[in-house]
């Protein structure tokens, strides 16, 4: 933390329906004030709440100051794009993005399974969207859709050597697809180790 103190320029942007967001002139900003004497430390406290308020300003000192955001919202899409690696998939969204998308069914998309990110009680559930790809991988994806989408029910039913079987059957028709994998591996190791009673197969993620 910083010894010296701190001044603060902070906007709100004051939220709005995913509809009127598409309007420039109905995005509103309210100035808030100007504190001195601010430390640091505050400032990173600040919290925010579910509907995905952020806050933004410029944070220092005339010496040393830059932008910066402060934002729950802003914290879970860090990580969520971080599961683009884990997945082996060019795009992750949450299910409460989905729900915003206007005409949502016009996405290629499957259900990943869900996470919790660090700091975060409730687990989100992710998604991806697969448009994207090169039309082979798309007819892939298409073709084994029932097949992952089974592998995954069993997976989360604990039914692990049994949901081996659609995951590799997903393997055989599209070799490529790193989630299946990931499940396939992922069902190999609990039915050997094992889970707690309490596992719902939420997969922790601790890092952006």
């Given at each position: 933390?910083?010894?010296?103190?701190?001044?603060?320029?902070?906007?709100?942007?004051?939220?709005?329906?995913?509809?009127?967001?598409?309007?420039?002139?109905?995005?509103?900003?309210?100035?808030?004030?100007?504190?001195?004497?601010?430390?640091?430390?505050?400032?990173?406290?600040?919290?925010?709440?579910?509907?995905?308020?952020?806050?933004?300003?410029?944070?220092?000192?005339?010496?040393?100051?830059?932008?910066?955001?402060?934002s729950d919202a802003v914290n879970l899409?860090?990580?969520?794009?971080?599961?683009?690696?884990?997945?082996?998939?060019?795009?992750?969204?949450?299910?409460?993005?989905?729900?915003?998308?206007?005409?949502?069914?016009?996405?290629?998309?499957?259900?990943?399974?869900?996470?919790?990110?660090?700091?975060?009680?409730?687990?989100?559930?992710?998604?991806?969207?697969?448009?994207?790809?090169?039309?082979?991988?798309?007819?892939?994806?298409?073709?084994?859709?029932?097949?992952?989408?089974?592998?995954?029910?069993?997976?989360?039913?604990?039914?692990?050597?049994?949901?081996?079987?659609?995951?590799?059957?997903?393997l055989e028709v599209n070799p490529g697809?790193?989630?299946?994998?990931?499940?396939?591996?992922?069902?190999?190791?609990?039915?050997?180790?094992?889970?707690?009673?309490?596992?719902?197969?939420?997969?922790?993620?601790?890092?952006?």
């Amino acid at each position: 933390m910083l010894k010296h103190t701190a001044a603060l320029r902070l906007w709100r942007l004051v939220y709005l329906p995913p509809n009127l967001l598409a309007q420039k002139d109905n995005i509103k900003f309210e100035r808030i004030q100007v504190v001195q004497g601010l430390r640091l430390g505050a400032i990173l406290s600040l919290q925010q709440d579910s509907q995905g308020f952020m806050w933004f300003g410029i944070v220092g000192e005339k010496q040393r100051a830059q932008g910066d955001i402060f934002s729950d919202a802003v914290n879970l899409a860090n990580r969520i794009e971080g599961l683009s690696k884990l997945y082996g998939v060019s795009i992750v969204i949450s299910e409460q993005t989905l729900s915003r998308l206007k005409d949502a069914e016009q996405y290629q998309r499957r259900f990943l399974g869900k996470v919790q990110v660090k700091g975060k009680e409730d687990s989100v559930s992710v998604f991806e969207i697969y448009d994207g790809d090169s039309e082979q991988v798309i007819e892939q994806k298409l073709k084994t859709k029932s097949d992952f989408e089974e592998g995954l029910s069993l997976y989360f039913d604990k039914k692990f050597a049994e949901a081996a079987t659609p995951f590799n059957k997903v393997l055989e028709v599209n070799p490529g697809d790193k989630t299946a994998k990931l499940y396939l591996e992922r069902s190999a190791q609990f039915m050997v180790q094992g889970v707690p009673d309490d596992w719902e197969g939420v997969e922790a993620v601790e890092t952006k």
